[in-house]
Each structure stands twice: as C-alpha cells, then as structure tokens.
C-alpha cells in the first residue's frame, strides 16, 4: 500500500494487526517528504529522529496499545501549536527558535491515541492570512497547481495532506483557516464548534474565534481524529463539558429525511461559475440520496467579514502584545547605549513581526482605542449577536446549511498579496461559523475545467458535529470525483 493511498484509519487497523509496522509507516511517508516537499514547503519542520524513535516505542507497546485509535498514524501539526522541543515559530520571525517546554493538549491526546508527530507545517504568520504567502518562512505551494496558493493560513497543513506527506494534519481555524485551504487543496476539513477542543498552547490569534481540528483525505478520519481531541480540559475553561458522541458509529451515513438550507441570496453575486455548478451539483446528489434541500433566510450574513476585521484584529492587537523581546523570540538589537526599554519593544515588533501581521494590529488598536471603542468594536459585537440569531432561527427548521467553501477556486501565488481587501472577501463564507462558534466542515466538491479543486461547506448546530459527517460521508462515498489526487508524484 504506497503512502497516496494511506488513510488513518487503514493505517492504524495494518499496524494493530501487525500487518504494518509504524516504524515502516514513518519511515516511508518521511521519504515521501523528503522527495516532494522540496516543490510544495509544506513543512517548515520535519520530526525525522524524533518521528522514527516514536515510532519504535509504538512498535514495542504494539501489544498493549492496540486498541489506540490512532496507533502509528503519521500526523502533521500547524506551526502554531505547541510541540514540546521541537521548533514552534507561527510563520514569524518574532518567535524564530522558539522550543516550547510543553505540549499543546491536542498534541497530547494526539500522543496518548498513538500517533506519531512528523513535523510542523507551514502557515501564514500568526494564523493571519488566507494564501500561506505571508509565513516568515516562504509561500507553500498547491499540490494541484504549484502556482497557486494552498489557502491559508493552514495552507501547509493543506498541502501535505493533498501531496499525501501525512495522512492527518492538525490545524486552526479563527475564520476559515482550515476549511478554506481544504478547499482549495481537495481534502476535508473539519472546524469544531468553539469549545469542542481544548485551545491549551495554542499561540492565539482571536480567542473568542480560535479552533483546532483536523485536515483528512476521508470524513471518516475526520471522525476519528475528533473523537481522539474533543472533550473538556482543565487548562482551558473555554472548553465545554459537552459530551463527544462516537461520531464513527454514525458512519456510514445516511441522509434520508436529512433537512439542508441553502442561503440563496448570498449566492446571488461574487461567485465564480464553476463553484456554483460543483455546489449545485453537491447538492443534487445529496437530494438523489434523500435529503432534503430548502431556502433559508439569513439577513444579517453580508456584515459577517466586516464585523470579522473588527473582532479578529482588536482581539489580535491584546494577544500579540505579549511578544516584547524580553521572555522569549526575536529582541532586536540596541547599538545605541542610551536607547531604552521602549525603544527595544519598537524595534523588536518592527523587525520581528510582518507586513499583514503590523496591519491587523494596527486595525484593532484602532478599533479598541478611546473614541472609536463604542463605534466600532462593540457595534461589530452587536452585529455578530444578529449572525448568530439568524443562524438560530434557520436551524429551527433545518439539520444543517449549506454554501461553498470559497467564492472562487484557489488563485495565483502573488495575484492578491498587495490586494488585502480582495483577499479579505474571500472568508465571505467561512467567516461566519467562527464569529457564531458553529461547527463547519468543507468537502471535496469536484475540479474546475482547469483540474483545481473546489470545496463543499456545511454548518451545523452547537456540537452537532456529528450530523455534519453523516452528510459528509454520503457526498463522499457517492461523488464522482471521490478518487481524484493532484499530480505530485515522488
């Protein structure tokens, strides 16, 4: 079984019956790395001893850990999640060298399930962007289409899963990071509801709209990977005491009597042809299978990405006010003896931070500061509670809504990078489900005449999750383009 055929489930049933061994499992997809990711830079790092040696200690507990769900399954983290000693930089040059001294709490439960961490991938600096062009580090490439952009800001994450480098990435998702990049790159991509997962290390971006979860090849590793980082956590009262259901009991699913609403009016301009053909086409074969498929009403949606500059930048300006100089990361050197401590902070934030990283700080500075407080942030937070209402009074007669990922399929690396507002409309219908705290997922919805993948999104109710795989699994076992792989070849 060559690693582009690899799901987790089927990796961790081969290794728990010995069929495989983790060892061989790493170090096969590590060749992979070593052998494509030269094209795409989907990894800023790659775990190789440290995967290899965790994969040995998975082989030799083989027998008591079999019933691991994720049992020597390669996974990927984004760049801005916690990884004890091993390089943890959010794209920025602010935290180059940084090595956290713990572990995020995902990263832990991922270890306690079994997998086996090969590396971290590339994102646009502190989660902020939606190409992967504005990492420290470089752009990461389509697998698709090289001159394109994965999506971001886990557009590495993306990558590697699509180029099969890793069967499962961890991500975020403050307002589309990992459904818009599942989109553009052909995988699933899953963003919990707000609570489901513990944010504990996660360097945080907009803490009121932050996630974590997964980027799979299939909805049923998805599922899997859910079920291994949900539930409560100590170190994160943000976390729900919410229940996680075993979502892989409710697969394969079934769509029968299932009610799907669709927001006509926001589809009515700005999106490009082929995803209205590939999300109408998405929702006829989910009406052949016994869904039913409604016009839902929310007015209130046309606000969604102003009112998420708002929120998302103000909220940013307090988190990244951390990064001094003075504890850890980048501090910026004096040559003048009589400059002071204020003066080290201005230069440290100016070298260390970038150019869309400086313009969201700036923007919720504003948005926070005396005068402009009560005009702008608290009347986007007023906004986003009549999001949020609308949401509530569509899901009082449907089971899920449905929209395209993206209003177009992924465009040219360089095409909108000194365009930040014609980049900023393209979460239109991501947004949302993060300022409401709504689950989402996006789905493989076919290729453009010009082979690029396009993506599917469904919003669900709070922590109904679960309703969202089931429909997700039935467009996945049932679409035409269920075996389609983008041309990356070792």
């Not at 997964?214 to 980082?229: F, H, K, N, S, W």
């Not at 005491?241 to 299932?258: F, H, K, Q, R, S």
């Not at 504003?366 to 009549?386: E, M, N, P």
Request: proline share 7%.
């Amino acid at each position: 079984m060559a690693p582009g055929a690899w799901t987790a489930t089927g990796i961790r049933a081969a290794v728990a019956a010995g069929d495989l061994s983790a060892r061989e499992v790493c170090a096969r997809c590590l060749d992979r790395i070593a052998a494509v990711d030269g094209r795409l830079h989907a990894f800023t790092t790659v775990l190789e001893d440290a995967a290899l040696a965790r994969a040995e200690e998975v082989d030799a507990h083989r027998g008591a850990w079999r019933d691991r769900p994720l049992l020597g399954v390669p996974v990927a983290v984004k760049d801005i999640i916690c990884t004890r000693g091993a390089p943890t930089t959010a794209g920025s040059r602010i935290l180059a060298g940084y090595r956290p001294p713990y572990d995020a709490t995902v990263v832990t439960r991922l270890l306690d399930a079994g997998a086996v961490i090969v590396g971290k991938t590339n994102c646009d600096e502190f989660a902020m962007g939606s190409s992967t062009e504005h990492s420290a580090y470089g752009p990461t490439r389509n697998p698709w289409a090289p001159d394109r952009i994965p999506g971001g800001s886990s557009g590495g994450a993306a990558a590697a899963v699509a180029a099969a480098l890793a069967p499962v990435s961890i991500a975020t998702d403050t307002g589309g990071s990992i459904r818009q990049p599942a989109a553009f790159c052909g995988v699933v991509g899953l963003k919990p509801t707000y609570g489901r997962v513990s944010r504990y290390g996660l360097l945080a971006f907009a803490s009121s709209l932050d996630q974590i979860g997964p980027l799979t090849r299939t909805v049923e590793d998805a599922a899997a990977v859910l079920q291994v980082l949900a539930g409560p956590d100590p170190r994160d009262a943000t976390t729900a005491e919410e229940p996680a259901p075993a979502m892989a009991d409710l697969l394969p699913g079934n769509v029968g009597g299932t009610r799907i609403g669709v927001p006509r009016a926001a589809l009515a301009a700005g999106v490009d042809a082929e995803v209205l053909d590939a999300f109408n086409a998405a929702l006829a074969l989910l009406a052949e299978r016994g869904a039913e498929v409604c016009d839902v009403d929310l007015p209130h949606m046309q606000y969604a990405v102003p009112v998420y500059y708002l929120v998302a930048p103000a909220e940013a300006s307090s988190n990244l006010a951390r990064y001094d100089g003075v504890r850890y990361g980048h501090r910026a050197a004096l040559h003048d003896a009589a400059a002071g401590v204020p003066e080290m902070y201005a230069r440290t934030r100016s070298e260390g931070f970038g150019a869309e990283v400086k313009r969201r700080i700036m923007l919720g500075t504003y948005a926070l500061s005396a005068g402009y407080y009560d005009a702008y942030y608290v009347h986007a937070q007023r906004v986003r509670s009549l999001i949020r209402s609308d949401y509530d009074a569509a899901f009082a007669g449907v089971d899920a809504i449905a929209m395209p990922t993206t209003p177009t399929p992924a465009f040219r690396i360089g095409e909108r990078i000194d365009d930040p507002l014609a980049m900023y409309l393209g979460d239109v219908f991501t947004v949302s489900s993060n300022l409401t705290g709504l689950p989402a997922i996006s789905l493989p919805a076919g290729l453009t005449r010009a082979r690029l993948p396009l993506g599917f999104q469904l919003i669900g109710r709070p922590f109904d999750e679960a309703t969202l795989l089931r429909i997700g699994d039935v467009l996945e076992r049932d679409a035409p383009w269920r075996d389609e792989r983008p041309p990356v070849s070792a």
